[in-house]
């Protein structure tokens, strides 16, 4: 899909993470992910910038170094996953899971 914002498309939100970095997403963005990848999140959002927010831990994909998956426990364990790019960031995706993957944890609450 590439870089959201690259395509002047209307954000729909920006959360600044513990590690500083700025992750948005784009209001087209978003329907793709709620009716495409993961339709269990829609009307989840909020859950979304909470984890972006204040995760309960944060670990590096051991595949690709600038993917971060953030981590939360909330009704459920949540996932999003953000690629970061020199300060800012963009959303990949969200999902409920049932286990924290493998990866370097690089933050804990």
């Known amino acids: 899909m590439g870089n959201p914002s690259a395509r002047g ?13 700025e992750i ?6 978003w329907d793709y992910i709620i009716n495409i990848k993961h339709p269990v999140m829609e009307g989840k959002e909020d859950i979304v910038k909470n984890i972006l927010k204040a995760p309960d831990e944060i670990r590096r994909s051991k595949i690709d170094k600038e ?31 049932d286990k924290v993957k493998e990866g370097d944890s690089i933050w804990k609450k």
Not at 9 to 21: A, D, G, Q, S, Y
Not at 24 to 29: E, G, H, N, Q
């Open 9 to 21: 498309e209307k954000i729909f939100f920006r959360i600044k993470t513990p590690l500083n970095v």
């Open 24 to 29: 948005r997403t784009t209001v087209d963005y």
């Open 67 to 97: 993917i971060f998956l953030y981590y939360k426990k909330l009704d459920k364990l949540y996932c999003a996953v953000a690629r970061h790019l020199n300060g800012t960031g963009f959303l990949i995706t969200a999902y409920p899971t």
